[in-house]
């Protein structure tokens, strides 16, 4: 008995090993040379940077206001959004 159960636990572990070992290799990247040149596209060139919000919270959090160009006279104006329903109110800051 003692024997048998040695032997299935030794058959498990050889069958995970086989299992998890395509798992633990080294992606294409890291062998032709991309992926130096790929970091570096992030974090220097900030190839997934994101606009930056400017707009100013109100002081109850219940909206923001942002400067936007006016289309008509391509002055920037500043433009007030409810934070609830994330659509443009003519509601000043309180």
Known sequence: MRETILF?????ACSFELIA????EKPQSWTDGTAKQRLKDIFEKGEFGVP???GRWW?????????QRNPKTNKLVSVHFDARTGKR?????P
Do not use: N
């Open 8 to 12: 299935c636990f030794a058959l498990f």
């Open 21 to 24: 070992a395509p798992c633990q």
């Open 52 to 54: 930056r919000f400017t």
């Open 59 to 67: 002081t109850d959090s219940s909206g923001f206001s942002i400067q």
């Open 89 to 93: 109110t003519d509601a000043p800051p």
